[in-house]
C-alpha cells in the first residue's frame, strides 16, 4: 500500500497524522490508492477534522503545543518547523498525486513520502544538503530553470559539488557525462523555458547504473500528467507556486519520495539510516525552510482542482499553439502536443496531456519585447501555471541569471503561460499583439 498515511521526519516522533483524521484505508472512506487521481487529490490525507468534521483541513496557524507531560504529544506535534498538521494533509495529498499512478491509465506509483518548503528552491536546497557531499558532481539539463541552474553552479559550486550541462533528449551524451563522482542526474522535462522532452525511464537506468539518483522536476507537467515515480524517478521536485497552487497567490515548493529510494554512494544521514526519505525529512525540520500554514493550505487548496485546471490550460495551450503556427510573424512554435515537435511521441507516450506552456520565437529581441509589452490579456509577470494568462521574455525575465552560460536562452523567445480564460479572447490578444 503507498504510505502517505505513515511518513514522519526520522527525528519526529510517530504517530502524528493530521487532526488525528485516518489516513488509511477505514470504515469512513475507500482505499485512496485504488481511486482516480481527481479523488485522490481531493481526498487523500484531508479527511474531515476528527473534532469537528470541517471538510478541509483548518489552518493551524500555531507554532506549538501542549504536552501531557514531558514527550506526551498529541497526534506527534511538538513545534510547528517539525510538522503541522496543516502541513501534513498538504504532504500526504502530494505523496499520494505523485504516487498514485497516471491519470490516464491508472496505473500504480511506488510508496512515497511528501515534504512541503517555503519555496520550489528551498525544497531543492534542501535535497541536494542531503544528497550530495563536497566532491559529488551532478548532470544538469542544459534547458532548465534558471534558479536551478544558479543554485547548482554558484551556490554549491562553492562548496565543491561539480556540474555537467547536457542535452538529457540525447541519452547517449547523458551516459558520457557520468563520471564515478555522479550522485544526481537532475531532469526537468518539459524543459523550461524550451520545452524539451526527455525520457524519464531511460534516463533513470542511466542514472541507477551510475549509483546516482533519478530527480524529476515535473512542475510543468504537474502530477495529473506525468508520474515520474511510476518511470523510475527517485524523488519528483515542485515549484507548488505554479500549477499545483494554480491561483499566482503563494509561493511553495515540495519534494516527494520514493521510500525505496536510497542515499547515493552508500552515504548515511546524519539522523542514522541510509533511505532518502528519511534524509531529506531530518534536513527539512534541521534547515527549516517549511511552508507555513496558511501557505500550505493555499496549495493544498489548488492541488483540489488541479486536474480540472489543467485539461482548460492545456485545451487552451493546444488553440493558441495552433494560431502561432500559422501566423506570419511567428518563426517557430515550440509546444510537446505538435507532431514538430522533436519530442512529440515521446511525450505523448509518458505524458497523460501536453501541458499549458508554450514557447515561440519572433525573429529579433526587438520583436519579442514589443509583443510581450503589447499584450493585454495575456499579463506581463514572471512565473507561470496560475488561472490567468502570463507573457515574459526569457532572456531578459526568468532566465536571465543564466546569460553567458551554455544554458542561454534564444534572445528573440517568447513564454507564454496559457491561462484558463476563453480561448478566442487570447488567441485576438495575441493576434493584437502580433500585428
Ligand atoms: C521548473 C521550475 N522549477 C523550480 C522553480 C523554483 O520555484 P520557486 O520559484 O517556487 O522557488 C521554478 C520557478 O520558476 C521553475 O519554473
Request: with cysteine; charged share 15%; proline share 6%.
Amino acid at each position: 500500500m503507498t504510505c502517505w498515511g505513515s511518513w514522519r521526519p526520522a527525528d519526529v516522533p510517530a504517530g502524528r497524522t493530521y487532526a488525528g483524521a485516518v489516513s488509511t484505508p477505514s470504515s469512513e472512506h475507500p482505499d485512496w490508492t485504488t481511486t482516480g487521481f481527481s479523488t485522490r487529490a481531493i481526498h487523500a490525507g484531508q479527511d474531515p477534522d476528527a473534532t469537528t468534521g470541517a471538510v478541509v483541513p483548518p489552518i493551524y496557524q500555531v507554532s506549538t503545543y501542549k504536552q501531557d507531560g514531558v514527550g506526551g504529544l498529541r497526534g506527534g506535534y511538538e513545534y510547528s518547523r517539525s510538522a503541522n498538521p496543516t502541513r501534513t494533509a498538504l504532504e500526504e495529498a502530494l505523496a499520494a498525486a505523485e504516487s498514485g499512478g497516471l491519470a490516464a491509465t491508472g496505473d500504480g506509483g511506488p510508496a512515497a513520502r511528501g515534504y512541503a518548503f517555503s519555496s520550489g528552491l528551498a525544497a531543492e536546497d534542501t535535497l541536494l544538503r542531503a544528497v550530495l557531499r563536497p566532491g559529488d558532481h551532478v548532470i544538469v539539463p542544459d534547458d532548465a530553470y534558471g534558479g536551478t541552474y544558479r543554485l547548482v553552479a554558484r551556490v554549491f559550486g562553492p562548496w565543491g559539488i561539480e556540474h555537467t550541462p547536457v542535452d538529457l533528449a540525447d541519452v547517449d551524451a547523458v551516459r558520457a557525462a557520468v563520471r564515478p563522482e555522479t550522485k544526481v542526474v537532475w531532469v526537468e522535462t518539459p524543459t523550461n523555458p524550451l520545452l524539451g522532452i526527455s525520457d524519464i525511464t531511460a534516463l533513470a537506468g542511466v542514472a541507477h547504473d551510475a549509483g546516482a539518483l533519478l530527480v524529476v522536476d515535473n512542475t510543468f507537467a504537474t502530477p495529473y500528467l506525468q508520474q515520474p515515480l511510476a518511470l523510475g524517478a527517485d524523488v519528483v521536485v515542485h515549484s507548488t507556486t505554479k500549477y499545483i497552487g494554480g491561483h499566482s497567490d503563494v509561493v511553495g515548493g515540495a519534494l516527494v519520495v520514493a521510500t525505496a529510494a536510497q542515499l547515493p554512494g552508500g552515504l548515511a544521514s546524519p539522523a542514522g539510516g541510509t533511505d532518502v526519505a528519511g534524509a531529506v525529512g531530518f534536513h527539512q525540520n534541521s534547515s527549516g525552510a517549511v511552508a507555513g500554514p496558511f501557505d500550505a493550505w493555499l496549495t493544498l487548496r489548488g492541488l483540489k482542482t488541479l486536474a480540472v485546471r489543467m485539461d482548460r490550460h492545456q485545451a487552451n495551450a493546444a488553440a493558441v499553439a495552433e494560431f502561432l503556427v500559422a501566423h506570419p510573424a511567428v518563426t517557430e512554435v515550440i509546444y510537446p502536443g505538435l507532431t514538430s515537435h522533436p519530442g512529440h511521441e515521446l511525450a505523448a507516450r509518458q505524458m497523460s496531456g501536453f501541458g499549458g506552456m508554450v514557447s515561440f520565437r519572433t525573429g529579433s529581441e526587438a520583436t519579442a519585447l514589443d509583443v510581450v509589452a503589447r499584450t493585454q490579456v495575456f499579463t506581463l509577470a514572471e512565473s507561470l501555471g496560475g488561472v490567468e494568462s502570463l507573457i515574459e521574455h526569457p532572456g531578459r525575465m526568468t532566465h536571465g541569471s543564466v546569460a553567458g552560460t551554455s544554458l542561454e536562452v534564444p534572445e528573440d523567445l517568447v513564454r507564454v503561460s496559457v491561462g484558463i480564460e476563453d480561448a478566442e479572447d487570447l488567441v485576438a490578444d495575441l493576434a493584437r499583439a502580433l500585428a
